[in-house]
């Protein structure tokens, strides 16, 4: 046919289906179910279960569905007596070897063996002699364990493990009936995705480790929500047995995730539900300790200091939700009217504004779809696979299946170099430099390389280091090439906050602030300083994850009057003088704002520990006990105010984001039941017919009370898409084509390492010239009265001191200083020592790994083993004139803190060491000071 | 007028006052149910000691009144309760629930769980009526309240 449509035959029905697909995909959204155990969406077809074997006419032999495209004319029979014949007697053959240890397996209930079998199978079987056995329950690793028996051969495992995620850990090996799955000898199943072969195995064969014998499928209620963790904001299943969340699983989005989450994702649920939650709202007594106490009184006191406070910092964290962050936007700009506000922490000063000098957005205004249809692909950033792993799936997904160019800008080594077209491997800073080169085409043979459609990727990668050069540059690529850029912030709330205006010099849509505030640097400087009333922390942990620890330490050290909201007890709630127990994900309605700005429904399942509330709640009554009432009662009045002030998300329906997926008329075909008329068996209406305890593409409901289907299908994974908001509704006008950003000289020199002045008040280098010479503040003129005039940005300039604050802080009982920095602080000389002595400076450049010590994931018992010791990562060479080598012990300084790490030698440029961010044992934060930090290495 | 009613109503009083009695004095006797009654349940043992129950939670499931929860876990080289790897860690038959419908039973995969004829349920609180495993396991001996003095087989004919 002309317009890539062929006309079929299935069953008697006339479809009309896109050339290329497969027969198993077609029937299934006809509503005829082939049976299958191999074939799964989001992989390509292999065919070798035999288990979807229908008969087309013509053909001499049954075909299998999963690996026959449809043609012209085709007349395919699923309930054929033959291909029922064929498909009964292959349950019966993969059933020989099978245990049917039913009672002990996890899977069942939900195992697409067993409802295969009652569906398709035979009533009994003839095979009577002694089975096939294997070692029960193998741990290949610390969070999946297999059990041979179980496999039906389906190569599931080992081409996700092949294909998809590209950790080839798990083989089939042996040949004939001997065929098994194992991993290689002495080398454990550690792949960050491991899970998702848990989720995809058609029977009992993995499991996981966390929920083998937790709980059983009909025990579970299940609502859907989204991973709490990253950016790319996976959908997930969230499913508690008896008020506790004992599962997680993959819900499929294409936009998204495909099918697949990473393993942080899928087992990081423990903390939900850690007996170490806040449950009350606790004060700071007089003698020092912290006193559970009513929400009236803790809001009393709050709202007592809130009242006479005039210069009050707030930082909040990067893991709440989109509503989090418009309450705590509102809180900041327009209720306390102060500007200084910021949610960026780890990414602490990350100009994700200069992003919207390109569209408009800061954000990105590429989508993950963009990049599956990009010729090539700019990579500026940390690791995906460390910190964004989803992301780094579909970045190989786009490189490997796609033909996409990926050019990766990275001075360390990082997952994406073994798919890489090119790799420029540049000093730490050097990232802007690169990238120039590219948009002005330097390097003709990666220049050359550089195709439409481009997307480029830029996520801020090693905390504590000033990356507007690098902003600048990217986004001069995108403006140049007319790319399309992805920002990608690390954290599942960083976009939201972005788009709510909980940033110093942005209002919510994007709309430039009247006034700058501080940054979370100049914020904790100021509290620092004495020169703040009070500290709001909501959701945020700064002695954890800000990049500069001694700057952190001084700031609590100065006694500032903090109030904590929080889900833990962390470092920086001890600190606190009042703290509010804050609802974790699983807990609350909400929306997280993913990387590509997708807004996507979180729905509540299990009840909050004690009185524990949301934030946009807290961030609500502290409004009204200030005489403020935002008159919100529930999620939908937050919603509603944020559709009416709020440009860019004013079309944002969330009736669409949560919904229960559009209904769809199958009707789903068996051979058992009789249908009269078409004289074969056939059965109608959704789910009827369908293999017991599936849901059929029934509506996916909140507290349901059957997880989520055994199998994932292709139709599934458009249930529910999330909204991306539109953009501000003129784009930046009239902006002549503006040449980048001034090739970045000096963009990491030492000495703009040693000031300790904040960025806000002295932009260095490019910094400048893109804040006054762009349109960013200029374009949005028109975009920022109408903001202005809702009385969201202050009015009165911050006055200075004021003596009654003086007075109310004599009250404020003493900080026993044991975190006073003062003991260990040296001076900037001692920092920097000269080449000699077998000791070295050299540029940090760090970041996250996936596992390591954060409030949530170290909550989390599964994964808590799994996070690494820290270490230094330093160049071959660097580390023979130091005189180290592999696995040997440095001692590394900076910031008048020493430690002792194990040495790995990487690839990464001269001069310039990785050290992990947060692991277990030693925060990197502690050495690190100011921007662009200098650490020291030497032989121990 | 209604004379002949009442005669009539006072004849089968008066025929039924000579007959044998169909009640017995319980406690103190006590009639034994059939074989095939019923009543509350226990869990059984192999021959070697080990629980038959490996905490499948089929039986939960099978439950039409939700009476038993059953919280599995994984046994141990050291600590070995059942044959296999899974074992029931909690299993609690609420009696305030239960219908003795038998369907737990017929669930049972490994007739672990069976039902005596055992009817003497009684208790002073809702907690003593939630049957823990170490109630219902069948080395724990069935307590009664009372002590019988006679207990009547259950084909005893009353009418005779």
Redesign the interface.
Known sequence: MSDGKVTLTINGHDVEAEENRLLIDVAEELGVYVPRFCYHPGMKSVAVCRMCLVKVEGSRKLLPACATPVTDGMVVDTVDEEAVDAQEGMLEFLLINHPLDCPICDRAGECPLQDQTYKHGPGSSRYIEPKRTYEKALEISDLVVLDRERCVLCWRCVRFSEEIAGDAFIQLIDRGAGTQVLTFKDDPFDSYFSGNTIQICPVGALLSKPYRFVSRPWDLTSAPSVCSYCAVGCPLTNEARAEKVVRCQALPNENVNDFWVCDKGRFGYHYVSSEERLASPLVRTDADEFEATSWGRALDVVTGRLRTARRIGIIAGAHLTTEDAYAVSKLAKKTLRTSDVDSRLQDAGAPYERAAALSGVAGSTATLNDLESARTIVWVGPDPKEVLPVLYLRLRKSVLEEGAKLIVVSPRRISLDAIATHVIRCDVGGEAEAVDGLTWGFDTAVAGDVGDPLVVCWGPSSPGRDEGPIVDAVVALARNKNAKLLVCPPHAGSQGMIDMGVHPSLDPGYTPSDSRGKDTRGILQAAAAGELDILLLIGADPVADFPDGGLVARAFGSGVFTVAVELFPTESVAHADVVFPSAAYAEREGTFTNLERRIQKLEPLTAPPGSASEPWRICSRIAHGLGDDWGWAGFNDVWTEIRATVPTHAHVDLTWAGQESRPLSLHYESPFQPDPTHGRSVSAGPGAGYPKGHRSGAPFHTGQNWPLSWELRGFEARQRPGIIPSRPPEPPAGDDPVSPAPAPGAPAGDDAALRLIPRTDTPAGGDASLRSGTPLSSAFASEASPSSAKGWSRTGGEDGDSPEVKAGKSGVPERSGESSPAATWHSVEDEFPSFSEGRRSFVLYTGRLLYDEGAMVSKTVALKSLARRPFVELNEEDAKELGLSEGDEALVGGNGVRATLEVRLGDIARGAVFIPYDQPGWRANSIIRGVNPVVEVRHP | MALPEILNGMKTVVKNVFKKKDTVSYPEVRRQPFPRYKGRHILDRHPDGLEKC?????C??ACPADAIQVV???NTPEARFSP???YAQIYQINYLRCIFCGLCVEAC??EALLMTTEYELSGSSREQLIYTKDQLIIDTPIVRHWTTKKELPPERQVFS
């Open positions: 490996i905490g499948c939670e089929l939960a499931g599995a876990a994984e296999g790897e899974r995969p490994t």
